[in-house]
Each structure stands twice: as C-alpha cells, then as structure tokens.
C-alpha cells in the first residue's frame, strides 16, 4: 500500500516504542550501578562492567540488569542457622517459586507464615516412630518381592542400563503402603476397580511424571471430564487438541483425586478399632478433616495438597538420592567391601528387624555421603522481609587453611555485607557441602564422617535445617537403609565397562563427576542416559580351590622360618600367608572365606605367623572389628577373623575338641 502524506511510515510508527525501551534500558543501568552503591560494592557476580571479585567470602552477590534487587548466595552456617532458625520469619520463601508444587492444594512445602504452622502442626504426628517402622517393614516387604519376583530370575548378573527405575519403584511401593495405606505387590494383579479407568499406582506414577503440565496449565482446559474425554493425539487443525500426553495427564490426576476421595470416605466410615490400627500418613491427616478445632482442621484439599507434596519429597527424592549412593559404591569398590563387612556383622544373612536400624550407622553414613557429595536441592530460595546486616566468614580452599604462609588474621577475618529488603537469597547446599572448613577432603567419598560422635551437622543440608527441615527425614531414613542392606548384601555393585568404559589418565574423582550428572530441576535428578551410567549387579562369587605352588624355601629342608604340610606338599608360613592373604582372599567376600584346617604344624607357630602377617599396614589392627564395625583393607584381615579361618580337626571318629599347645594334626581340608 503507498504512503501517503497523511499516513505515518513504519520508522515513525516505531519512534515511540524504541524511546520506550531506550528509556528502559536506561532505568535499569541507573537501578544496576545504584545496587551496587548500596551493597558497597560487595563482592560477587556482576552482569556489566568490572565489579567485585568473584571469590574469597561464603556469601557471594549477584548484581545484574535483569533484577531489580541484588541477589545473594550463602553457604556460612553461621548466617543459615540465623536465617533458618533464629530469625526464620524474616527469611520466609518466596510463595510464588513452590506455587506451582500446589497441584492438589496449599502444603506444608509450599506455605508460609500462620498456615505453615497449621500444616506442620497436623502433619507433625503422621511421621512418628511408629510410621517410620511401617516404612522399615514395607521397603523390606517391596525389595523381598523384587528379589523373588525379578531379580532372582535373571541369574548371578544383572544388568540395568537405568538404576534409578527400580528404585523408583521401591520407593513408590513403600510409599503407597507406608503413606496411603495401599498394599500392592512387585507385579501387580489388583484388577481396575469398579468405575475407574487407571489403577492407583499408574495414577500416581503418572501424576508424579507429569506433575508440571498440571502447575502449569489452567485447570479449566482439563478439569471436566468432557474435555478429558475429547483430548486426543493430532494438531488443532486435525481435531485434536494438547496432544495424547495431556490427555493421560488430566486423566491421571483426575483419577488419583477419586482414589483419594474414596479413601478419605473409607476411612471416615470405619469402626473405632480399624481407625486406631491405621499407622499411614493419609489417615493421620484424614483423622484432622473431622476435628472440632479450627487450628487442627484440614480440609480435604488441605489432605490432598499434603499428600502430593509428600510423594514428591518422599518418593522421588529417595530414589534419586539411593540412586547417587549406589553409583558411588559401584566407583568405590573398597568402600563397597567395608560397608558389605558391616552389614555382615550387624545383621549377618537374618531377617532384618526394626532395632537393626540403629546398628547400621555405616549405611546411613553412605546415604548422607551421597547426598553431601549430590544434595537433592541444591539452592533453597528465600528472601529478607528487612535489611540485614551479616559478619561473613573468609572462603578458602584446603591447601589455603592448611599453608603457613597464610596468617591466622587472613583465615579467620570477616567480611560485612549488607543485605537490602526483598533481596532473593539463595542457600547454596553445594557450595556449604563442599567447605573444606567443615568437611576434610571434601571431594572424597568418606561414609565414616558420619560414624563419629561430632560431625558438622551444621553444615549439612541434605534435610535443609531447623523447622523446616524435611517432615519425612526418618521415614526417608529407613527406607533407605532397609534397601541399600538388602542389596548389598545380596549383591556385589560394579559399573558395567563395556558401557562406561575407563578414559586412560582419568582420575577417579573425573571419572565420578563423568559418569554421575544431575539435572538441578526441583530436586537434584540423575541424567537418564544409559551409556553415562550402568550399573552392573552381579551375585557374589563363590569361592574356587585354594590352590598353592610351592617356593624354594618350601622345599628347602633347611628352612627354620616355620613350615606347614598340606596334602604332598609342604608350605613355609610366609609363603602360605602370602599367597592367602595377597591373591586369594582379597577376591571372595568375607562371608565366604573358607575354613583352612592345617596339619603337621604347631598351631601356636601358624595363629603367631598370620598375626604377624595380618598386622602389616594397619595401625587400627588391635582394635576389634566387630566393635568399630569397619572392614579393614584385603590384604590384612584382624584377628578374630583369621581365628574363624583357621579350625581344626582331629582323627575321624573322634569328637573335637580344643587344640593343646605343640599337637600336631594328620589332615587338611579346604573347605569353600
């Protein structure tokens, strides 16, 4: 179309929006440079022009043109225990980051202030020492299963190209029994209850995949069940509309909400007795929907709302932190053969019981390693209601704290920042994790950090802190535990090199950080591609002949060092405890070292050598293995335990009995 002298061209159509947003632009540089006027210039990340440096303080700022208030990120537990738990009011979160985890309704995460207290008030009970036993009972029911109904069907090797399935499965299945009261077994055979078009655990699985499109999308386009039922696969233009995937979510969480309805209605219908044998969380919260008092009442949303956001927390989480914690047994072998003795000391091949809980402090010391080394949030948001002024430690690196040369007044010197109200505050759970102030070599996977009696709890968010710290942590806890005992014991772990073959050169702490990615989504999640990690599970070996070929001072008849006869062959004990200790006895589990029965050889002068041999090494020796419940290096074994290898045997016929000093004995077995 021609211009004409009355109609305005393009450029002078543009004019005013291109003044709006120079001026825009100009607002924000202003805002910028007045933000980090007003922090002084603190130190940290700057999006224009030279700023602050970087590093050297465990509060860090970030000043950019996007935001309108300067941002901070702290890891000193000093400001986080004030921020979290002195002052918590003034550092609430921001209600509009959790909004969307409101699928069913306002929870204990994503609330704040009176009805946070409401929440977690209610809630509290539902995870008590009894619901933390049912979580115990049910993991080892659910892994039992697995074991009887999978796993035992592949054979001695097992390979999963994704290990955090089954453990999502685990965590589901003990989750629905422990939490909603609804038993269902490895394999499922409940047949579709009347009126519904999707099991129980299909919605919820379903509900938990897709749990996002649900926050994220109004709730009119799919609430109805007509426009459920209309949703199908094709474009707007072929007849269907959001496609096949929005459809089987609207479907999932229209039905989850109708298991849930049904089981609030059986529930309230009960007799006495059967609602005060119910231990699950749904009936915990349940019981509040009828309460008298206002500050003890939920409404049924409130129950649903509670109940999504525990299976988040509960379930997903669980499975991702079991899921790092089995990947680093499987880069750490020897830390797999330490915790695989104490699981065999603690609780031996038994059933487990409750009380076990509390003797496997190792196991536990590898799930808060995992989450340490990969915590499941790595930022947790707030934000100030008031300034706020802080005295910041120094940030430094291990080999800073450990170097002369630095002055003490360098290394213990603090930093003031000042915080503006409504500033974002980011609680960096790495950053705090990784402080070799607080955690000696920080990159190391060490499980026995924990096993000691003081450990910086206060530099561990793998719970977060104070009173908002996670309802679940014991149910979570034992879940854990109940899972990692009863597979490992059961199995050895490696990684699976035909897939995730070794880089020449690399170092091991490459080689995890290589093949142990994350995505940092709400919760920390595993990578899910198969060739950055497969675990490959493998049953234990059993042990094959002890086979010994003679030195030369086996045979040489003037050897004085000390000799043992086996079967037409006679072994100096250097030799004997040589071959034992350095090439055959490190590749059998200490369940199946054999019983080795020696003849023709003062007794004494064997238990002395192995002593000897044993010692080697090992400063911890004389301590008692069942005592400091620790495995110690292969090479070395303590005493107790060479006492268990070496037994005796007398003529056949004869009942055993006691080894007297200097007898000698007619017949060796090795015995597998």
């Given at each position: 179309?021609?211009?004409?002298?009355?109609?305005?061209?393009?450029?002078?159509?543009?004019?005013?929006?291109?003044v709006?947003?120079?001026?825009?632009?100009?607002?924000?540089?202003?805002?910028?440079?007045?933000?980090?006027?007003?922090?002084?210039?603190?130190?940290?990340?700057?999006?224009?022009?030279?700023?602050?440096?970087?590093?050297?303080?465990?509060?860090?700022?970030?000043?950019?043109?996007?935001?309108?208030?300067?941002?901070?990120?702290?890891s000193?537990?000093?400001?986080?225990?004030?921020?979290?738990?002195?002052?918590?009011?003034?550092?609430?979160?921001?209600?509009?980051?959790?909004?969307?985890?409101?699928?069913?309704?306002?929870?204990?995460?994503?609330?704040?202030?009176?009805?946070?207290?409401?929440?977690?008030?209610?809630?509290s009970?539902?995870?008590?020492?009894?619901?933390?036993?049912?979580?115990w009972?049910?993991?080892i029911?659910?892994?039992?299963?697995?074991?009887?109904?999978?796993?035992?069907?592949?054979?001695?090797?097992?390979?999963?190209?994704?290990?955090?399935?089954?453990?999502?499965?685990?965590?589901?299945?003990?989750?629905?029994?422990?939490?909603?009261?609804?038993?269902?077994?490895?394999?499922?055979?409940?047949?579709?209850?009347?009126?519904?078009?999707?099991?129980?655990?299909?919605?919820?699985?379903?509900v938990?995949?897709?749990?996002?499109?649900?926050?994220?999308?109004?709730?009119?386009?799919?609430?109805?069940?007509?426009?459920?039922?209309?949703?199908?696969?094709?474009?707007?233009?072929?007849?269907?509309?959001?496609?096949?995937?929005?459809?089987?979510?609207?479907?999932?969480?229209?039905?989850?909400?109708r298991y849930?309805?049904?089981?609030?209605?059986?529930?309230?219908?009960?007799?006495?007795?059967?609602?005060?044998?119910?231990?699950?969380?749904?009936?915990?919260?349940?019981?509040?929907?009828?309460?008298?008092?206002?500050s003890?009442r939920?409404?049924m949303?409130?129950?649903f709302?509670n109940?999504?956001?525990?299976?988040?927390?509960?379930?997903e989480?669980?499975?991702?932190s079991?899921?790092?914690?089995?990947?680093?047994l499987?880069?750490?072998?020897?830390?797999?053969?330490r915790?695989f003795?104490?699981?065999?000391?603690?609780?031996?091949e038994?059933?487990?019981?409750?009380?076990?809980?509390?003797?496997?402090?190792?196991?536990?010391?590898?799930l808060?390693?995992?989450?340490?080394?990969?915590?499941?949030?790595?930022?947790?948001?707030?934000?100030?209601?008031?300034?706020?002024?802080?005295?910041?430690?120094?940030?430094?690196?291990?080999?800073?704290?450990?170097?002369?040369?630095?002055?003490?007044?360098?290394?213990?010197?603090?930093?003031?920042?000042?915080?503006?109200?409504?500033s974002?505050?980011?609680?960096?759970?790495?950053?705090l994790?990784?402080?070799?102030k607080?955690?000696?070599?920080?990159?190391?996977?060490?499980?026995?950090?924990?096993?000691?009696?003081?450990?910086?709890?206060e530099?561990?968010?793998?719970f977060?802190?104070?009173?908002?710290?996670?309802?679940?942590?014991k149910f979570?806890?034992?879940?854990?535990?109940?899972?990692?005992?009863?597979?490992?014991?059961?199995?050895?772990?490696s990684?699976?090199?035909?897939?995730c073959?070794?880089?020449?050169?690399?170092?091991?702490?490459?080689?995890?950080?290589?093949?142990?990615?994350?995505?940092?989504?709400?919760?920390?999640?595993?990578?899910?591609?198969?060739?950055?990690?497969?675990?490959?599970?493998?049953?234990?070996?059993?042990?094959?002949?002890?086979?010994?070929?003679?030195?030369?001072?086996?045979?040489?008849?003037?050897?004085?060092?000390?000799q043992?006869?086996?079967?037409?062959?006679?072994?100096?004990l250097?030799?004997?405890?040589?071959?034992?200790?350095?090439?055959?006895?490190p590749?059998?589990?200490?369940?199946?070292?054999p019983?080795i029965?020696?003849?023709?050889?003062?007794?004494?002068?064997?238990a002395?050598?192995?002593?000897?041999?044993?010692?080697?090494g090992?400063e911890?020796?004389?301590?008692?293995?069942?005592?400091?419940?620790?495995?110690?290096?292969?090479?070395?074994l303590?005493?107790?335990?060479?006492?268990?290898?070496?037994t005796?045997?007398?003529?056949?016929?004869?009942?055993?009995?006691?080894?007297?000093?200097?007898?000698?004995y007619?017949?060796?077995?090795?015995?597998?």
């Amino acid at each position: 179309m021609p211009i004409t002298p009355t109609m305005p061209s393009w450029s002078a159509m543009a004019c005013p929006f291109v003044v709006l947003a120079i001026v825009w632009v100009a607002n924000r540089i202003a805002q910028y440079k007045r933000n980090i006027q007003l922090i002084k210039d603190y130190p940290g990340y700057r999006y224009m022009g030279p700023g602050g440096k970087l590093y050297g303080w465990e509060v860090i700022s970030d000043v950019n043109l996007r935001f309108s208030q300067p941002k901070f990120y702290i890891s000193d537990p000093r400001i986080l225990n004030h921020m979290m738990t002195v002052s918590r009011s003034k550092f609430p979160k921001p209600h509009h980051t959790y909004k969307i985890l409101e699928v069913y309704g306002v929870n204990v995460i994503s609330s704040e202030g009176s009805v946070w207290a409401r929440h977690r008030r209610i809630s509290s009970p539902a995870f008590s020492e009894s619901m933390a036993q049912l979580a115990w009972e049910q993991s080892i029911r659910v892994v039992n299963e697995m074991f009887d109904t999978d796993w035992d069907k592949r054979g001695d090797r097992i390979l999963l190209n994704r290990v955090e399935e089954p453990l999502k499965d685990i965590t589901m299945l003990v989750f629905m029994a422990a939490a909603f009261g609804y038993i269902e077994d490895w394999i499922s055979q409940k047949p579709l209850p009347l009126g519904h078009t999707m099991t129980f655990r299909n919605s919820l699985q379903l509900v938990l995949r897709n749990w996002f499109i649900i926050g994220g999308i109004p709730r009119f386009l799919w609430s109805s069940a007509q426009n459920r039922k209309e949703m199908k696969p094709g474009t707007l233009a072929g007849g269907g509309w959001l496609g096949k995937r929005m459809q089987e979510t609207a479907i999932s969480y229209a039905e989850l909400g109708r298991y849930m309805r049904e089981m609030v209605h059986d529930y309230q219908t009960s007799n006495v007795e059967v609602k005060r044998e119910r231990r699950d969380v749904f009936s915990v919260l349940t019981a509040a929907i009828e309460s008298e008092k206002e500050s003890t009442r939920m409404t049924m949303d409130d129950v649903f709302g509670n109940m999504f956001a525990f299976l988040i927390a509960g379930h997903e989480t669980t499975a991702h932190s079991l899921t790092y914690a089995f990947g680093l047994l499987a880069l750490e072998e020897e830390e797999q053969d330490r915790l695989f003795e104490h699981i065999k000391v603690a609780v031996g091949e038994r059933e487990l019981e409750y009380p076990d809980f509390a003797k496997l402090d190792r196991v536990m010391g590898v799930l808060y390693e995992a989450m340490r080394l990969f915590p499941p949030v790595i930022s947790i948001p707030k934000f100030t209601t008031e300034d706020a002024f802080f005295m910041v430690d120094p940030a430094l690196s291990e080999s800073e704290l450990a170097d002369p040369a630095i002055s003490e007044e360098r290394k213990t010197r603090r930093k003031e920042v000042f915080i503006p109200k409504g500033s974002d505050i980011g609680v960096n759970a790495s950053a705090l994790h990784y402080n070799p102030k607080y955690w000696s070599d920080p990159h190391r996977f060490n499980p026995e950090r924990y096993m000691k009696k003081e450990w910086p709890k206060e530099a561990f968010l793998g719970f977060s802190l104070g009173p908002r710290q996670c309802l679940g942590r014991k149910f979570a806890e034992v879940e854990s535990v109940a899972t990692i005992v009863l597979i490992l014991r059961r199995y050895k772990i490696s990684v699976d090199t035909s897939k995730c073959p070794e880089v020449p050169g690399e170092t091991k702490m490459a080689r995890r950080y290589r093949l142990l990615q994350g995505d940092p989504i709400i919760t920390l999640t595993p990578k899910p591609i198969p060739h950055h990690l497969t675990l490959e599970i493998m049953g234990q070996p059993s042990p094959g002949p002890f086979a010994l070929s003679q030195c030369s001072s086996c045979t040489d008849d003037g050897f004085r060092g000390g000799q043992a006869r086996v079967p037409d062959a006679i072994f100096c004990l250097d030799h004997l405890c040589e071959t034992l200790f350095d090439e055959w006895l490190p590749l059998r589990p200490p369940s199946q070292i054999p019983s080795i029965k020696i003849f023709d050889q003062n007794i004494a002068d064997v238990a002395m050598a192995m002593r000897s041999f044993a010692v080697v090494g090992h400063e911890r020796i004389a301590e008692p293995a069942r005592q400091r419940n620790a495995l110690v290096p292969t090479h070395c074994l303590p005493v107790e335990i060479i006492t268990q290898i070496f037994t005796y045997v007398v003529d056949e016929g004869s009942q055993p009995e006691l080894p007297k000093p200097r007898e000698r004995y007619n017949k060796v077995h090795v015995l597998a």
